[in-house]
């Protein structure tokens, strides 16, 4: 207890400067929640595709569309249990700025290579029995406030209807993920919809999610597909989906490599600030630390309640900011939908934590090994 308030005493030589200090290492800190929720949101649930998945789309690129009559060649491929298109749909919902992914899917199948889709059992009876039902994802819905029963109309930009330029759609469901990372910001319909009621091509789609049964063959799979259709006018490229949706998400840069490096100069700028901090407060007690040494106190000893100091000062500060930044980022998407998954990762948490250690321990080391060094008589001539 005695060491304990030995250790808070200093805090209050210089009151502002350690408030200072404090605060500059929280501010640290909420970044690092900031940069790994967008980090998480950047990767667009790379870490969550499934193994057992592959995405087969045109060779040139994934606007071109492959013909329908894919889907029966591929699932004559040995080790593929089930194939389903899927196309994008590029409407507009009441105003140009509100973007969100609407994707023509085969119900049955989708649902079922997409378990982590959640629906209440009698919204997915209501998708599959009805041939104008679409779903949306939770945070869609809330963003718009829809409910079930809604109907919603989206103006075709592209993909125009037989009689008019509104596609109405009702809404059966709202699905939930399974995890915090899952989607739920996307607005899925009927394909046979859009098959029966579009001006322009029938028989087309936009690519195929493959289910496969030994995730340890994909490689060999993904290769048998691309040459079944090799030479043919719709040539195709197939990856796992972890592939694809690193390749998607790359598409806006390494995002990963940029965050780490903003993370890394933000670190280092917060270590060397800390880190003076300490050896300041080090250097104006080295008569204290003398007469420590004089009465007593180990060299040993006197070095971990050097340590003790930086690593408190350390502690307090990351778990303020830390506390902070989750907070922060669980109020949601601070853009307003272009984030669609933000949320700060568990393993980020271990991470800040094990960070905040490190801080408190590497800014104490040469502090606490000067004076490890100290001689208690040149301190106290020196005082």
Not at 120 to 138: D, H, N, Q, S, Y
Not at 156 to 184: C, M, Q, S
Not at 320 to 329: A, H, Q, R, S
Request: with cysteine; net charge positive; hydrophobic share 50%.
């Amino acid at each position: 207890m005695k060491f304990i308030r030995l250790v808070l005493s200093n805090f209050k030589r210089h009151k502002l400067r350690t408030i200072l200090t404090i605060l500059s290492i929280a501010v640290a800190f909420i970044l690092f929640c900031y940069l790994g929720a967008i980090r998480q949101a950047f990767s667009m649930g790379v870490s969550l595709a499934g193994a057992n998945r592959l995405i087969v789309q045109h060779k040139v690129s994934l606007i071109q569309p492959l013909p329908q009559s894919y889907e029966a060649q591929i699932e004559q491929i040995a080790g593929i249990e089930d194939a389903t298109e899927a196309a994008w749909f590029g409407g507009i919902y009441k105003d140009e700025r509100n973007n969100f992914a609407q994707i023509a899917i085969d119900p049955p199948e989708f649902l079922v290579t997409y378990p982590e889709f959640i629906l209440k059992p009698a919204e997915k009876e209501a998708f599959l029995r009805t041939k104008t039902g679409a779903i949306a994802g939770r945070s869609l819905a809330n963003k718009f406030k829809w409910k079930v029963g809604d109907k919603i109309p989206i103006q075709a930009t592209f993909l125009r209807p037989k009689v008019g330029n509104t596609w109405t759609f009702d809404l059966v469901g709202i699905y939930d993920g399974l995890h915090d990372e899952t989607d739920t910001t996307t607005f899925y319909f009927r394909h046979d919809y859009l098959d029966e009621n579009r001006q322009w091509g029938k028989g087309l789609t936009g690519w195929y999610y493959i289910r496969i049964k030994d995730p340890a063959h994909a490689e060999q799979i993904a290769k048998a597909v691309d040459a079944k259709f090799a030479n043919s006018p719709a040539e195709t490229k197939t990856d796992t989906e972890k592939a694809f949706m690193r390749g998607f998400a790359e598409q806006m840069g390494n995002i990963g490599a940029i965050v780490t490096a903003v993370l890394s100069a933000v670190f280092f700028t917060i270590l060397l600030v800390a880190g003076n901090t300490m050896a300041q407060a080090v250097r104006e007690r080295t008569g204290e630390l003398g007469v420590l040494k004089a009465i007593g106190f180990s060299d040993v000893q006197v070095l971990v309640f050097v340590l003790a100091e930086s690593l408190l000062l350390a502690v307090i500060g990351g778990a303020i900011g830390i506390g902070l930044g989750w907070l922060f980022v669980s109020r949601g998407d601070p853009t307003g939908g272009a984030l669609p998954i933000f949320f700060f990762p568990a393993k980020d948490l271990a991470i800040g934590i094990a960070m905040v250690i490190i801080l408190g321990l590497v800014t104490g080391a040469m502090p606490a090994l000067q004076a490890l060094r100290l001689n208690a008589v040149d301190a106290l001539r020196r005082e």
